[in-house]
């Protein structure tokens, strides 16, 4: 009975194609636990991971939208309904470093800008330096990093912004780069890191140019596998980072939205069916909204 008090409910809430958003977010979220299946003609294992993709209004945080998968299919077959003028009213859409999402939006949204979320890139910027840090352990002891060496022990310190770190961690950080990094590749990864937190904070495309050059020196002199990668990673992304400093658009709001549909989950101890999934998360998202933006 309550489910189908919730469906009725439902089909109340506003219609998507009526509302004229002027920046997205896409971002995905896990709709259930990861399952194993066995092939019933060659007899293998498969590992099936059930995503769904959330569509957000970044201006009221309003969810438009939940589709199955997160590839450019999903996300491609929602934005072909939606009408051609609610398409062209979309200015910008922030996602994060997902090649299917861009694929999406080239096919269904060529004249939008695209912008790429700067907490996935910084992510990535952290994931090279720990991957330096990782490989300089094996290469000077032979081993995984233990409390005893200094880069293990301050390894959360090494991810932390440098304009945040107080005297007392600063010269923490020092001591690492003293003691435990003799071929000085980790330090050199730690400023390829913080070049990237630099170039995302600018606040023009010619500070950005400039920053961009700088990060490229890094990376030159830096001249390790885990760098160059990440390199061109913000090359294969430059425009959508360009989108992101003059537009300052991100999938916090997608971010924020996906919180609250991981505490709806935990109080229904999980879903099964999808629809049931899709139908709680649109009724909460659009009573937020109404309180929020009446």
């Not at 912008?115 to 352990?137: C, G, K, M, P, Y």
């Not at 170039?199 to 830096?222: C, F, I």
């Not at 916090?252 to 709680?280: D, L, Q």
Request: proline share 4%.
């Amino acid at each position: 009975m309550v489910q189908k008090a919730l469906t009725l409910a439902a089909t109340k809430l506003p219609n998507v194609d009526l509302l004229r958003p002027r920046m997205l977010g896409i971002d995905e979220h896990r709709f259930r636990s990861v399952r194993f299946f066995k092939d019933p003609e060659t007899s293998l294992w498969k590992r099936i991971e059930p995503w769904m993709t959330t569509i957000v209004d970044l201006d009221t945080g309003q969810i438009l939208g939940v589709v199955d998968g997160r590839d450019h299919t999903g996300v491609g077959a929602w934005l072909i309904k939606r009408p051609l003028e609610w398409r062209l009213g979309v200015q910008v859409v922030a996602i994060d470093p997902s090649a299917a999402f861009r694929k999406a939006l080239r096919m269904w949204l060529p004249r939008t800008a695209v912008s790429v979320d700067h907490f996935h890139l910084i992510q990535l910027a952290n994931q090279a330096l720990t991957e330096v840090r990782q490989q300089l352990s094996h290469q000077v002891r032979g081993r995984r990093g233990r409390a005893v060496d200094p880069a293990w022990a301050h390894r959360m310190l090494l991810l932390r912004a440098s304009d945040t770190l107080s005297d007392r961690a600063r010269a923490k950080l020092e001591t690492v780069f003293a003691t435990d990094d003799p071929t000085r590749k980790l330090k050199a990864a730690w400023d390829v890191k913080e070049q990237v937190r630099m170039l995302l904070r600018t606040g023009s495309l010619e500070d950005a140019e400039l920053a961009k050059e700088e990060l490229e020196r890094l990376v030159k002199e830096s001249n390790q596998p885990e760098t160059t990668r990440l390199w061109r990673t913000i090359c294969r992304w430059w425009k959508e980072i360009e989108v992101l400093i003059v537009t300052g658009a991100t999938t916090g709001k997608v971010e924020a939205n996906n919180t609250s549909i991981k505490h709806i989950k935990r109080t229904g101890r999980g879903f099964v069916n999808s629809a049931n999934y899709t139908t709680r998360i649109m009724l909460r998202s659009a009573a937020r909204t109404a309180v929020n933006h009446p």
